[in-house]
């Protein structure tokens, strides 16, 4: 009846799921870059808006990796 799940499927599971969630975070990153008026705060979401499409591009990386690989 149930299947087991391989370690590689498991870890593309994970990254999916941390894929997910950092593109919310990129999302409200966006929402409230739209809506800062302080330099401050808009450079702070400069920074952070950087670091998310750093970490999706190298969970992307992995993902496509993963896909190729037979």
């Known amino acids: 009846m149930f299947r087991r799940i391989t370690r590689a499927e498991r870890e ?7 894929l997910d969630s950092t593109m919310q975070a990129m999302r409200a990153v966006d929402s409230a870059f739209r809506e800062a008026q302080d330099p401050f ?3 702070q979401l ?3 808006h950087a670091a998310l499409m750093c970490r999706c591009r190298a969970l992307l990386r992995l993902l496509r990796a ?3 690989d037979p």
């Open 12 to 18: 593309r599971r994970v990254a999916k799921a941390e």
């Open 41 to 43: 705060s808009i450079e």
């Open 66 to 68: 993963d896909r190729e």
């Open 46 to 48: 400069t920074y952070q």
